[in-house]
Antibody, heavy 117, light 105 residues
Framework: EVQLVESGGGLVQPGGSLRLSCAAS????????MSWVRQAPGKGLEWVAN????????QYVDSVKGRFTISRDNAKNSLYLEMYSLRVEDTAVYYC??????????WGQGALVTVSS | SYELTQPLSLSVALGHTARISCGGD??????VHWYQQKPGQAPVLVIY???NRPSGIPERFSGSTSGNTATLIISRAQVGDEADYYC????????FGAGTKLTVL
């Protein structure tokens, strides 16, 4: 069964930085687009960013452009999200998800990021 | 920009059929996907490309699209179906509806 495991969440002050990781296993990671999706407390799902199989193409939601960077290491079967200049409104559970053709059949369990002073 | 509209909540009697709508301009021309999310859990894909069920999803779950509305249909609703349901499309990037909370009475 496909497995996605996020790590790196935690409490950070406004303006701070954090790096999330997602370890993928039991599928050929290098063959799939991957995404980050977040969910603020009590709110709905919001897609954050995605990255092509070889890392050559990336997309971001407008609210994180210039502050977040998505990347991947296919040799390590890992997906990353580097978050800078964090804001209170970035507080959310962040999920990594495998793109199975513009939809997500597999999700990680999520990593909580709390931005607060 | 493209928008998806879902009802905030929906109630259905036990054993009856729930129909959760997702409105969008000419959404019938797009591929629509549906996710179920229970409290404290990650979302689960229940319908992809309008009316396809992933393996492990009961046949009670189905989908349809027509015109400006996509619908997730849950037949013979069970207490275990209580969850938030999100529709999703692709419009230059990934777009989710705001979600519908389903209550089974």
């Amino acid at each position: 069964e496909v497995q996605l495991v996020e790590s790196g969440g935690g409490l950070v002050q406004p303006g701070g930085s954090l790096r999330l990781s997602c370890a993928a296993s039991r599928f050929s990671f290098k063959n799939y687009w991957m995404s980050w999706v977040r969910q603020a407390p009590g709110k709905g799902l919001e897609w954050v960013a995605n990255i092509k199989q070889d890392g050559s193409e990336k997309q971001y939601v407008d609210s994180v452009k210039g502050r977040f960077t998505i990347s991947r290491d296919n040799a390590k079967n890992s997906l990353y999200l580097e978050m800078y200049s964090l804001r209170v409104e970035d507080t959310a559970v962040y999920y990594c998800a495998r793109d199975d053709g513009y939809h997500f059949a597999y999700w990680g369990q999520g990593a909580l990021v709390t931005v607060s002073s | 920009s493209y928008e998806l509209t879902q009802p905030l909540s929906l109630s259905v009697a036990l054993g009856h059929t729930a129909r959760i709508s997702c409105g969008g301009d000419n959404i019938g021309s797009r591929n629509v996907h549906w996710y179920q999310q229970k409290p404290g859990q990650a979302p689960v894909l229940v319908i992809y490309r309008d009316n396809n069920r992933p393996s492990g999803i009961p046949e009670r779950f189905s989908g349809s699209t027509s015109g400006n509305t996509a619908t997730l249909i849950i037949s013979r609703a069970q207490v275990g179906d209580e969850a938030d349901y999100y529709c999703q499309v692709w419009d230059s990037s990934v777009l989710f509806g705001a979600g519908t909370k389903l209550t089974v009475l």
